[in-house]
């Protein structure tokens, strides 16, 4: 079975400052993992994510993660943040050739301060 | 890019009632999709995966018969929330899986439905 832990309900950070997102994720088989950002009352829309190859992958905005698997991780990252990141970010884990069912971490408020 | 639209973007009925959402992938085929249902500060539940001409498989607590979902086209599903009840009030969002060959997964814009 798959899960997702995503550490720190809540993130601040001023603007400008480093943006680091935790995820720790459980996966009996190697996983996919993706980051998804959520605006208010909106769906979600994919940052980026993980299936295979490079560790590091970018994605929109200035984001990027990096798999571990010796760390079971996807630590978002961004190096400077703009008051237009602040939003909801999910973590999400899926078994490779599967139904692509998602599971998602219990979510992460980003606040940014001027 | 890819475009899955929901409709209605939101409604507001009476309990007892039912109400159908619908979730459309407008540019691509998708055999399967997904419904999640998501409540106030709060993260995404798997409700259902939906299968084009098939029976969807529903996850382990919710009530199929209360959820129905029908996935009668490459492009369409619909969940129906029969005789509502305010504990059903929610924001409901479903996923479009591309069945072209990238199998990347995409998101609706959500439903809001508050039942009175």
């Known amino acids: 079975a798959q899960s997702v832990t995503q550490l720190g309900s809540h993130v601040s950070v001023s603007e400008g400052a480093l943006v680091l997102l935790r995820c720790n994720y459980s996966?009996?088989?190697?996983?996919?993992l993706f980051w998804y950002v959520q605006y208010p009352n909106q769906g979600l829309q994919l940052l980026l994510k993980?299936?295979?190859?490079?560790?590091l992958v970018k994605g929109i905005n200035g984001f990027e993660a990096e798999f571990k698997k010796s760390e079971t991780s996807f630590h978002l990252t961004k190096p400077s943040a703009h008051m237009s990141d602040a939003a909801e970010y999910f973590c999400a884990v899926s078994v490779p050739f599967n139904t692509g069912k998602l599971i998602f971490g219990q979510g992460t408020t980003l606040q940014v301060k001027p | 890019g890819a475009v899955v639209s929901q409709h209605p973007s939101w409604v507001i009925c009476k309990s007892g009632t039912s109400v159908k959402i619908e979730c459309r992938s407008l540019?691509?085929?998708?055999?399967?999709m997904f419904w999640y249902r998501q409540f106030p500060k709060q993260s995404l539940m798997l409700m259902a995966t939906s299968n084009e001409g098939s029976k969807a498989t529903y996850e382990q607590g919710v009530e199929k018969d209360k959820f129905l979902i029908n996935h009668a086209s490459l492009t369409l599903s619909t969940l129906t929330v029969t005789s509502a009840h305010p504990e059903d009030s929610s924001f409901y969002i479903c996923s479009a899986r591309d069945s072209s060959g990238s199998y990347e997964q995409y998101f609706g814009p959500g439903t809001r439905l508050t039942v009175t």
């Open positions: 540019d691509f085929q998708a055999t399967t």
């Open positions: 996966s009996s088989v190697p996983p996919y």
């Open positions: 993980y299936t295979t190859g490079a560790t």
